[in-house]
């Protein structure tokens, strides 16, 4: 695919082209030197904002859990509790549905494994917000016996898995698509109770 770029922001260019190259192709398939043939720019134009790919990879990554904050942040509009860590939960899955490239790229262990101090801090961010919801859950008597982080593991396990099995074509195939979100929405409930 030859999606020439025609002068502006070739950083944001390369960001883009690169999560299309790793939707279709995997991090393996992704080069610098591909991205430059692709948008028609030198091979060293990509050097100028990214010196390797895993600098690239990270980049994405910063931009798709910044998305991801984002489209989880209208949660607060919910009631603090089990409402509002339903909806996040919803907004996670939905967000990942929407951005179903950003979110493989977000948990491919090659970018993890390289991750820069700036997507590592907006981790925690998100991590430490999930963990205050569970907090005011609890504050409101839910599972108020049960120990935080079991229930943070379980929250992450439980949107992580939700969101693999409604993005990847290999689960995508076993559940209809409209009955999709009635199943989302029980399993969710099932942990909320």
Do not use: C
């Not at 993890?112 to 409101?140: G, P, V």
Request: no cysteine; aromatic share 4%; charged share 25%.
């Amino acid at each position: 695919m030859n999606t020439a770029y025609h002068h502006g922001n070739l950083r944001q260019a390369l960001l883009d082209r690169a999560t299309e190259t790793v939707s279709e192709k995997g991090v393996e398939g992704l080069s610098l030197r591909g991205l430059a043939r692709d948008l028609g720019v030198s091979h060293a134009a990509p050097l100028r904002h990214f010196a390797t790919k895993a600098e690239l990879l990270n980049a994405i990554a910063v931009e798709g859990v910044g998305s991801l904050i984002e489209a989880t942040g209208g949660v607060d509009a919910h009631p603090s509790g089990v409402a509002r860590l339903r909806a996040m939960v919803l907004a996670y899955v939905d967000w990942a549905i929407a951005n179903s490239e950003l979110h493989h790229i977000l948990r491919n262990p090659d970018v993890m494994r390289h991750a820069s101090d700036d997507l590592t801090a907006l981790l925690a961010t998100f991590a430490d917000r999930q963990r205050q919801e569970i907090k005011a859950a609890q504050e409101s008597d839910w599972r108020t016996d049960t120990d935080p982080e079991v229930l943070f593991l379980h929250l992450v396990s439980l949107t992580a898995g939700t969101a693999i099995v409604t993005t990847e074509e290999i689960y995508k195939r076993r559940v209809a698509a409209p009955e999709t979100r009635s199943k989302v929405e029980a399993s969710i409930d099932l942990f909320l109770g």
